[in-house]
């Protein structure tokens, strides 16, 4: 077994297990955590090191970081993976649910980046990647509070990069488009427990029919495709800024460089056709 070390918050589904095995089949040491234990057994089953982890909570935070750091004495990547998507559109999102959004999607990011860090500048080594999503470079209607906090990770991560540059400590950010994971089920409860405004009902039936965003989606990717970009980045020694993983994800992502008047109009384009 490789000395090497990986945290992965999120490992319960879809891309954090998904990256849990990617790294154990690399030969690292995987420590994969989620809030509920039971959800990653099968992991601890296949050679993971599995432990509870709600990015929420400090305390949770530290003592995985500790753990880590007692047993192996090094940390060589942390994968923040877990998060969710509060969608709808911003006016029907209070603000509990928008700085819950925030407290999974970048505060939790930031938690564990800064237990891990001081252990990674004492060795001068070490990656973390962020997993983001193309909702990070590119901002839907009906989706402000996930792309909020995604473009929030975006800047986080570029900041962070540079920062750390002098370290020799890497920071990566994996921007998928739709993948092939339970990703919707937890968007439309959300969705299901808004106070909807009638105004928007358009928006509400874009959210709840549209083929594009679930896992059915044919531009979805597999997760192990994301699991890969995001052991690429783990593994490389001067890894790319950004991984957009799937071909779909790769042109849509190009929109960004069109003003924001014609991708306004695409949007709106968008909208009218889906209703």
Sequence with gaps: MSTRTVVISGCSSGIGRAAA???????????ATARNPADIETLGEAGCEIGTLDVRDPEDV????????????RIDAVVN????????????????????????????????????????RERGDGTIVNVSSLAGRIAPPGMGAYSASKHAIEGYSDSLRRELEAFGIDVSVVQPGPVQTDFRDRVEDELGRLDRTDAYADLYEFQTD???????????????AVAEAILEAAV???PEPRYVVGRAAQLLAYARYLPDRIEDRIFEAIRRFST
């Design 62 to 73: 530290t003592r995985v970081i500790d753990r880590v750091v007692e047993t192996d004495g």
């Design 21 to 31: 095995y990617a790294f154990l089949d690399d030969e690292w040491r995987v420590y």
């Design 210 to 224: 549209a083929a594009l965003l679930g896992a059915d989606s044919p531009i979805a990717v597999h997760p192990a």
């Design 81 to 120: 993976n877990a998060g969710y998507g509060q969608h709808g559109p911003l006016e029907d999102v209070d603000d509990d649910r928008f700085e819950a959004q925030f407290d999974v999607n970048v505060f939790g990011p930031h938690r564990l980046v800064r237990a891990a860090l001081p252990h990674m």
């Design 236 to 238: 490389t020694p001067d």
